[in-house]
């Protein structure tokens, strides 16, 4: 606690009243840094709006994020907070509320790309994918440093437009 305080500024005293403990801290960073990651809000504001171009924009961004989120740094804070979501049961249901609330409204971005075609199975299949190739991605250049990734990109992009394309016509 008192790295913390003197790291953060915070008197050791403000800490404990903001704070029960040193999980609820890692805590409200759990929280704060997966709920900045996903990015809900821009998602349900274009699903509101029933706005295609902003809905795929957002898929783009959370497959690979070119702004802020995208930095080493938070990369490995957030890799961290999945390792930890495995053996911390307060962290992992955190994280899988948060999960299950962006794939549902994942699911609803897919439903407006799809233009209402009622398969509710195959968007879910296709909500899968799309996380696993933001999570994937993501590991996988903290892994690979020099990733180049200007082909990598567009192509899991292909695949994503792939998918949509067959929630759209029907043809799975």
């Known amino acids: 606690m008192a790295q913390i305080s003197t790291m953060s500024g915070v008197a050791v005293g403000q800490i404990y009243r903001d704070f029960a403990s040193k999980e609820d801290i890692v805590v409200s960073i759990v929280e704060d840094d997966c709920v900045s990651f996903m ?4 998602l349900k504001s274009a699903i ?3 706005d295609k171009g902003a809905v795929r924009e957002w898929l783009r961004h959370f497959v690979h994020p070119q702004d802020g989120r995208s930095d080493e740094k938070s990369a490995r804070l957030f890799a961290e907070i999945i390792a930890e979501s495995a053996r911390n049961e307060r962290i992992a249901s955190i994280f899988t509320t948060i999960h299950d609330d962006v794939r549902g409204k994942t699911l609803d971005a897919l439903e407006v790309l799809s233009e209402g075609k009622d398969d509710t199975a195959a968007r879910g299949v296709v909500a899968d994918l799309i996380a696993t190739m933001s999570l994937g991605l993501m590991h996988h ?3 690979r440093h020099n990733l180049a990734i200007d082909d990598l990109v567009p192509a899991l992009e292909r695949i994503i437009d792939r998918e949509i394309e067959a929630l759209r016509t029907g043809h799975q």
């Not at 990015?39 to 821009?42: F, L, P, Q, V």
Request: aromatic residues 0%.
């Open 141 to 143: 250049r903290l892994m």
């Open 39 to 42: 990015d809900a809000e821009t």
């Open 48 to 50: 509101d709006r029933r």
